[in-house]
């Protein structure tokens, strides 16, 4: 059996917990006595979430050997991300167990233990911003569902742990099972569109002094939009523009606008029949080939398998 350490802590988020479990429960009932679950925290006895719900724990000394520790964010985050004693288990625990994962803002854990040094990692989008500060040496991908780098996974926020233990359940037990699992849970075993969470990103994140800059920028994707006309727009110097972009978005201006490029991009497939060279030009990528590679670097997908996937 392997052994899932699933860590808690005060004020954790529910669903970053009780989502995984559900999902490595119910691909035990198609392979039985594949998974022992065990619910973990410092000193062991109830933990309550910051919903109020309670859930009993094993102390870490009881912890044993895991296959796979899984980390769980919420607003209690800040509590075992300074804890000398849960930082220390979760490293020692990292160097024998199989995979380290992380839902949410348990990332934070897994960067402040370094585990995530040099690595490619993903969180919650409303946390990015302050992430990439903080844990400078992470290689953050603000906009991914999950990421894999290596034997440390991470997850981006809340429901998004659901999809993080299907692709665990896919790696341990196969495509079917985790297809199987899914259809259980009633979610998608592959969210259509890509795993990408960064459209809420941009909506949401970019609030402040740039959110109307977007806004306007989003009016007139088919222009340029190069660094020296956003920050002309902005009213700053070009190089005081850029710095201050990206400390308050977590994004550099052409980063930005891609991803606005892709995520019009991709609503003018899902819902115009156009081809996808005129999507191109539409939405300011100017040849198809340009809008590929960034679909690509987004999704994993060109246009062409995403417009397929949303047909079937």
């Not at 059996?1 to 691909?27: C, K, N, S, T, W």
């Not at 075993?189 to 990408?196: F, I, T, V």
């Not at 660094?227 to 308050?248: I, K, P, Q, Y």
Request: include cysteine; hydrophobic fraction near 45%; aromatic fraction near 8%.
């Amino acid at each position: 059996m392997r052994a899932i350490g699933v860590l808690i802590f005060p004020d954790f988020q529910l669903l970053d917990a009780a989502g995984p479990i559900g999902a490595f429960e119910i691909a035990g009932r198609y392979v039985p006595r594949t998974y022992d679950i065990r619910l973990l925290s410092l000193d062991g006895g109830p933990v309550a979430s910051s919903a109020g719900v309670t859930l009993d724990t094993l102390a870490f000394a009881e912890a044993g050997r895991l296959d796979t520790l899984l980390v769980s964010g919420g607003e209690g985050t800040r509590g075992p991300s300074i804890c000398e004693t849960t930082l220390a288990f979760v490293q020692s625990a990292a160097k024998t167990a199989r995979r380290t994962t992380s839902v949410c803002s348990g990332a934070y854990v897994l960067a402040q233990a370094g585990l995530l040094d040099g690595k490619r990692a993903t969180t919650h989008w409303n946390r990015t911003a302050d992430f990439a500060r903080r844990y400078p040496k992470v290689k953050l991908e603000p906009d991914r569902i999950y990421v894999r780098d290596g034997a440390v996974w991470t997850s981006a926020g809340i429901t998004a742990g659901i999809d993080l233990a299907l692709a665990l359940i896919a790696e341990d037990l196969g495509e079917d099972i985790a297809r199987k699992t899914a259809q259980q849970l009633v979610v998608y075993h592959r969210r259509p569109g890509g795993q990408s969470q960064f459209s809420a990103l941009l909506e949401m994140e970019a609030r402040g002094r740039f959110d109307g800059l977007l806004a306007w920028a989003r009016e007139n994707l088919r222009h340029p939009l190069t660094v020296d006309e956003l920050a002309r727009h902005a009213g700053m110097s070009e190089r005081n523009f850029a710095r201050a972009f990206a400390s308050e978005t977590g994004f550099t201006p052409a980063k930005a606008i891609e991803r606005l490029r892709v995520e019009a991009a991709r609503a003018l497939l899902d819902s115009q029949p156009l081809q996808v060279e005129d999507v191109a030009l539409e939405t300011g990528f100017g040849d198809q080939e340009r809008m590929r590679r960034a679909f690509i670097r987004a999704f994993g997908q060109p246009p062409q398998a995403l417009r397929r996937a949303r047909a079937a």
